[in-house]
């Protein structure tokens, strides 16, 4: 449903543009008013930023192809086999150029050329206007609005802590219960909800032309470090395979984890226990059979990926909205204030 909403936007803005561009062409008088709106139609995108860049794109694509086009057509005449002879120059020639965006826009207009079987600089200009007003009406509607990705983004973002807090709790189940058969299916929705957010802060990015903010893309590139750091939990998981006392505090470690990873702060807490239990761990006795061994090198080296993972979540935990920003500025502002007013009573 969601993806139907946003196509039809995308519908809506292209009718928009392609009702300006034919408006405008047919009130300066330009012939051709409808290629202005085809132009249009191909001009709007889906970002405001990869607007700037593929309307630029297409601008001097169909200038260079109208240059080349005229150049054979007066050289050559309007025949079919020259229009053939023009894709075969002119698309190797603007896709090294860098203006592969712009082949489809600049056809059209080297096609209309050629439907008219006339050169002059009249018609040259004319084309020209068509370009400006019909890439220029689909850039003006994509500059004007896109739709704000902020409430996806923060919806995917609590799916994703909510996935993470359920596979600590599973690790944590596992490693009281070593029998204990998990499918792993939220490992999967964790991956998937981490590439949709990947793309959809991409998408928000390009849609901020002036203080673009990163901390989105920051979020889900972090999630998707911290997935990869699971993965390597779960390979290790699997080679405990007998309940000790070691494998209980190892649980207690994740048991926390899975409220801690809801925070959208970095609480710390994970870390204090883990920093205290290796403590312990170094004073414990050596193993004495070789299962005990086998595990208990099992469970330190999950600890020790764990602190890498801790590592990443301290370095760039979640973001939050602009408006949860202010709040927590205000809230500091207000204890700030507090403080000084009871630091003054005690005077």
Known sequence: MKGCAALGFRVIKTAI?????????????????????????????????????TVSSR???????????????????????????????????????????????????????????????HIFLTQIELLLI??????????????REEKKLSDIRQKIDVLFSDIFSQVALTLHHP????????LIDAGALIENGLSTAQRALENQLVSPDESWSVYFYMRKQQLERIESMLGLLAQVYQRMPQTD????????????????????????????????????????????????????????ELAMYLSIAKKDKAPVSPKQKQKQKQKQKQKQQQKQKQQQKQK
């Open 59 to 121: 601008f001097f694509a169909s200038v260079l192809g109208l240059v080349l086009a005229f150049g054979l057509f007066y050289m050559l005449g309007f025949h079919i086999w020259v229009l053939v002879l023009y894709i075969l120059v002119a698309f190797p020639l603007l896709s090294r150029a860098h203006f592969k965006d712009g082949i489809v826009t600049s056809s059209v207009v080297v096609f209309r050329v050629f439907g008219g079987e006339s050169l002059s600089l």
């Open 134 to 147: 019909g890439l220029g009406a689909a850039m003006l509607v994509n500059l004007v609005y896109m739709p």
């Open 17 to 53: 543009a392609t009702l300006i561009a034919i408006i405008v062409a047919n009130a300066c008088g330009i012939e051709g008013a409808l290629s202005a709106g085809l132009l249009a139609i191909l001009g709007v995108d889906v970002t405001r930023k990869r607007s700037l860049l």
């Open 249 to 304: 505090i190892a649980a207690l470690l994740f048991e926390r984890l899975s409220l801690d990873v809801t925070k959208e702060e970095y609480t710390g807490r994970t870390e204090a226990m883990l920093t205290e239990w290796e403590q312990e761990f170094k004073k414990m006795e050596l193993p004495a059979t070789r299962e005990e061994f086998e595990v208990r090198s099992a469970v330190l080296q999950l600890c020790r």
């Open 179 to 186: 029998q204990y058969v998990w499918s792993g299916k939220e």
